[in-house]
């Protein structure tokens, strides 16, 4: 099945505690990007790789690193969460670029005490 | 700079039609697209519009955009309580990404 997964789905953590969200996809998709979802602020764009070895920042990096060492992994690393990261957190691809239709996960909750 | 903004909520009666809107600042936008957000799921993309399209009729969506205006609406026909997620309106401007909007909550009662 084509999907996008993400994990874990939950996550409780302490501030300052480093953290590391896993995103994968089986589509073979260049393009994936990760999503914070709040209240009010609708979806807003941390990071985004449009190939292998390729990032870029997205509207709200602060905070977070990503990499992509391979074409189906794009994982969100938290080297030290703070409680203003506490979101829904959604990581998508698509075949080539952001204007094809995504491929959202089914999103990690991420509390920060 | 670029922005997409929606109004939160709609509610309507299961039959009756519901009508999202959506205004964006990009005029450059060459695409644009609503997505759906059932609870507890990601986004799925629902129907998009290429930038000199007027309407786009799937089904029983109907997408209509105003260019002059900046303003793209989402026409749901006979909408049923499955329709019940958030909508979320999204532009293509020239650049490597999407602008979502803040999405539009539809509640549907019997």
């Known amino acids: 099945e084509a999907q996008v997964t993400q994990n874990p789905r939950y996550l409780i953590t302490v501030t300052g505690k480093k953290l590391t969200v896993t995103c994968s996809q089986n589509?073979?998709?260049?393009?994936m990007s990760w999503y914070r979802q709040d209240p009010g602020l609708g979806l807003r764009q941390i990071y985004y790789?449009?190939?292998?070895?390729?990032?870029d920042k997205g509207d709200v990096p602060e905070g977070y690193k990503v990499s992509r060492k391979e074409k189906r992994n794009f994982p969100l690393i938290l080297e030290s969460p703070s409680p203003n990261q506490t979101s829904l957190y959604f990581c998508?691809?698509?075949?080539?670029?952001?204007?094809?239709?995504?491929?959202f996960g089914p999103g990690t909750r991420l509390t920060v005490t | 700079g670029e922005d997409v903004e929606q109004s939160l909520f709609l509610s309507v009666r299961e039959g009756d039609s519901s009508v999202i809107n959506c205004t964006y600042t990009?005029?450059?936008?060459?695409?644009l697209y609503w997505y759906k957000q059932e609870p507890g799921a990601g986004l799925q993309l629902l129907t998009y519009?290429?930038?000199?399209?007027d309407m786009k009729q799937d089904q029983r969506l109907t997408v209509l955009l105003n260019k002059k205006d900046k303003h793209l609406s989402l026409r749901i026909a006979d909408t049923q309580t499955g329709d019940s997620a958030i909508y979320f309106c999204?532009?293509?401007?020239?650049?490597?990404?999407?602008?979502f909007g803040t999405g539009t909550r539809l509640q549907v009662f019997p």
């Open positions: 999204a532009e293509r401007a020239n650049t490597d990404k999407l602008i």
């Open positions: 990009d005029s450059s936008s060459t695409y």
């Open positions: 519009i290429f930038s000199n399209m």
């Open positions: 790789s449009m190939n292998v070895e390729v990032t």
């Open positions: 998508a691809s698509s075949p080539q670029d952001p204007g094809d239709e995504q491929y």
């Open positions: 589509m073979n998709h260049e393009y």
